[in-house]
């Protein structure tokens, strides 16, 4: 039986302000993008997340991203290589603490955003990024865009990479997003949208948002919390996928309880 992972960006929320239905989204996804304060959450949110994901078996990934809460870390940022490694090191050492006291930890790392955008090419900042998580721990995976600068220097660096798709957002015939804002950029539907995740979970091609085949390889596809209608549209696709055959598990396996696996 095929298996693939089900990822959504959670943790999104900051003081009394919520983002999306996390609760409901850890009932059903496998893995968590939990924001770790710079784009988004707060020491609070964090620590909750990573407890109902740990309470839930779902494993828990340090989404990093550029120092720009207004911006929702969408906004590109020229940051110097090493100024944006520590950044990224401070990230995944904040969520992985909470995680830890949560009896699980961090299981791999996802960039959000507009730092995810920016290193499909850009090479000096995806080096950074390879780096941070080098020096932080080289036996995390790396979760990122087929074909992308920066799972191709993970890999050099001998980090374990993992391939991504997206349930709902539109690919160029490129094989990379439709940027946010243009036409085909967002897909709503959740039956149209869960009928394409179980092909790309097959591996069969998908439609670019101008209509030529896509050949894209995921081994986890992502589910935007914040997407209206999210909950909804993660049941849909989960079920379909069942339906298909498909096994819905986390790509790291089972989260690492308390005082295993430390470092």
């Known amino acids: 039986m095929r298996t693939i992972d089900l990822n959504s960006d959670l943790g999104e929320g900051f003081g009394p302000w919520e983002l999306g239905d996390d609760e409901a989204l850890l009932s059903v996804v496998t893995s968590a993008n939990v924001a770790c304060g710079f784009h988004a959450g707060d020491p609070t949110v964090m620590r909750r997340t990573c407890e109902t994901a740990v309470a839930r078996g779902v494993a828990i990934g340090a989404q990093v991203g550029y120092r720009d809460l207004a911006g929702f870390g969408r906004r590109f940022i020229e940051v110097p290589p090493e100024a944006l490694a520590d950044e990224i090191v401070y990230q995944i050492g904040a969520l992985d603490a909470f995680a830890r006291m949560a009896g699980g ?58 391939t991504e798709c997206f349930a709902d957002r539109g690919y160029t015939p490129q094989g990379t997003l439709v940027p946010r804002g243009q036409p085909g950029a967002l897909l709503r539907d959740p039956g149209e949208v869960a009928a394409r995740c179980l092909r790309m979970a097959r591996g069969e091609p998908i439609e670019a948002v101008d209509g030529t085949p896509l050949s894209v390889r995921a081994e986890s596809i992502c589910v935007h919390g914040d997407s209206p209608g999210a909950v909804a549209m993660a049941q849909e696709v989960r079920a379909r996928l069942a339906a298909g055959g498909i096994e819905v598990a986390p790509f790291t396996g089972a989260p690492v309880p308390r005082g295993e696996g430390d470092r």
């Open 105 to 162: 930890r961090v299981g791999y790392v996802k960039p959000h955003g507009a730092l995810y955008n920016a290193i499909v090419h850009h090479e000096v900042q995806a080096g950074a990024v390879v780096a941070a998580v080098r020096a932080y721990d080289p036996g995390l995976p790396v979760l990122g865009l087929p074909g992308s600068e920066w799972l191709r220097q993970a890999e050099r660096a001998g980090l374990t990479t993992v």
